[in-house]
Structure formats: C-alpha cells, structure tokens
C-alpha cells in the first residue's frame, strides 16, 4: 500500500472504529459506506487480520482490531496536537507566556522574576495561573499552560523538568518565642527531651512519615512536641512570625526576617533540606519564542549550575 493510501485507510478505520457503525463513520469523513467498506477490506487483506466482526448495532473490534486501534488513536492525537501547536505559534506569535505555579512559590520566586522581566519585554503577555501541582500537571498535560513552576522533577514521563534556582526548608522561630520555651540549640542539638515544651508548625499533611522521609532528625524533633498545622505556607509563615511555634518554612521565603533578626533559623537542631525549583513543560511541544526567552532569562537570574 502506498503511503497516502494506507494514511487514508488508517483514517477510515480509526473512525469506524470509534464510531462503531460503517454509515456514522461515512458521514464523519464525508465519504460513501461503500467506500469505508473497502478500505477496511483492503488494510485486513494487507495485514492478513480481521479488524471487525459485525453485529445487529454495527461493528465491533476483534482482539487484533483492538489492538492495531491503540496505536491508531494515539497516532492521530498527536497529530492532531501537533496541528494545533503549529496553529497556536502561528496565531499567537512570540507575544504570549501561559504561567502556572502553586501560591507561595508564584508569590515569592515567581513573580518577582516575572516583574523585572516584563519590564525588559513589554510587548509579552503573560497569563498567571495558581493551582496545586496535580492541577498544574494536568493543565501541562492538556496543553493550556506552557509552563509550571514545580518544587522538584515531575515523575510524569511526558513532562520535561527544567531545574532555575533551590529552595531550603528550615526549622525556625522568633527570638521571644525561644526564650519563652527556655531554649538553648545547644542543649537541644543534644538532647530533644528540652525542647517538650516546644510547639512544631507544619503543613497540613496527614502522615510525617510520608511527608519527610528526607529529614528523619526532623521526625524525631516531632515526637518531643506538640505540632500545629498550617493549610499552606504563607499561613505557616505568619504562624512562625507572629511566634506561635517552631516552624518548618521555607528559608527563600523569609530572607528579611531571618536577615533582620526577627526570626532565628536553628540549623543545628535539624539540616535544611534542599529543593530544586523549576519549570516543567511538555516534551517534544514547540515552544514560541516568548516562551524560550523567559526560560533563558530566568535561568541567567538564578544563575542556577545543573552540576552542582
């Protein structure tokens, strides 16, 4: 079969298959049931496979049917995406960043990057969207976001991770707030059993265990005190400001704090623990060039080495 012919054929079959019926799939390609009827002929004979068996409502796949269907569909998605990609570079041109990040990290790192940048580039619109990473991933997925600010590589395969800057977790708390629970880090470095009177704030997460299996001198801290939990982190750094506890922030969050002395990090009580923030986008999807220069800007701003 030649190459136009067995793209046609595969169209065919791809539609009876997901219509079920010879005559809705003719109408959906605008083509005589005839027709449909001998290109499935002409694939099963070239494959040596029956693809359909009839029924009363129409046709059904067979187990070979069903299987060649998988590939099929997964090939004109991708086509279809690959369309619509084109459509979109040429439609919106190199004038349109869609951002998403989750709140803190959008707050913090996000937009004070973003600022400076539309500053050197007026003529980019920018499009912010926040939502919780399972939301970002899925808005990747379907292709309405270009770019998702994520604290860590994404696990899903189809994403790329393009690591810009660190964040640090740290045990933190104000002065007064120290003196009042009576703590001494160098005590405390030694023996937790000091630090009974301490409350811990954390986010609200249901079990420690799963939450920072990379901080196990945390976990143990955990069990000396009582813990407050916070719904995220900029509630969780209002708790640590206004001297409710101990908490576990993220360290780039509170750089003004920490540098004028209103909050104290107690690093030796427990390491920080390191993060690698950047952006995920999809693999293998065109990016326009707005979408390129931003990544090259931001990692220039954070000066962020892949090696270290």
């Not at 990609?85 to 951002?99: D, F, M, N, Q, V």
Request: glycine share 6%; with cysteine; aromatic share 6%.
């Amino acid at each position: 079969m030649e190459v136009e012919s067995t793209l046609s054929s595969y169209r065919i079959f791809n539609a009876v298959a997901e219509t079920g019926n010879l005559s809705r799939a003719a109408k959906e390609l605008y083509i005589s049931q005839p027709a449909i009827s001998k290109a499935v002929s002409k694939l099963e004979q070239c494959l040596a496979v029956k693809l359909f068996t009839r029924n009363s409502r129409g046709v059904k796949l067979t187990e070979e049917g069903q299987l060649l269907y998988e590939y099929t569909s997964s090939a004109f998605t991708a086509l279809r995406q690959g369309e619509e990609s084109i459509k979109k570079l040429h439609t919106a041109g190199p004038e349109r960043i869609r951002l998403g990040a989750g709140t803190p990290l959008c707050k913090h790192l996000l937009l004070p990057c973003l600022q400076s940048f539309m500053k050197q580039n007026p003529e980019i619109k920018v499009t912010v969207e926040c939502h919780n990473t399972a939301e970002l991933m899925a808005l990747l997925a379907a292709g309405k976001l270009d770019l998702a600010m994520i604290d860590g590589p994404s696990p899903i395969k189809e994403l790329h991770f393009q690591p810009v800057t660190e964040i640090h977790s740290v045990l933190a708390a104000t002065p007064t707030y120290l003196n009042g629970i009576h703590y001494s880090e160098r005590s405390a470095a030694k023996d937790t059993s000091s630090l009974s009177q301490a409350t811990f704030l954390l986010l609200n997460k249901k079990d420690a265990d799963e939450t920072y299996p990379e901080a196990p001198k945390l976990q143990q801290l955990l069990s000396s005190g009582t813990i407050l939990e916070a719904e995220n982190m900029d509630l969780l750094l209002e708790f640590t400001k206004i001297g409710l506890g101990i908490g576990y922030i993220i360290r780039e969050f509170a750089l003004a704090e920490l540098s004028d002395g209103s909050l104290t990090e107690l690093t030796d009580l427990c390491p920080p623990l390191t993060k690698t923030v950047g952006f995920a986008c999809k693999k293998n999807l065109p990016q326009n060039e707005s979408v390129k220069r931003f990544l090259t800007y931001t990692k220039e701003k954070y000066a962020y080495d892949e090696t270290t």
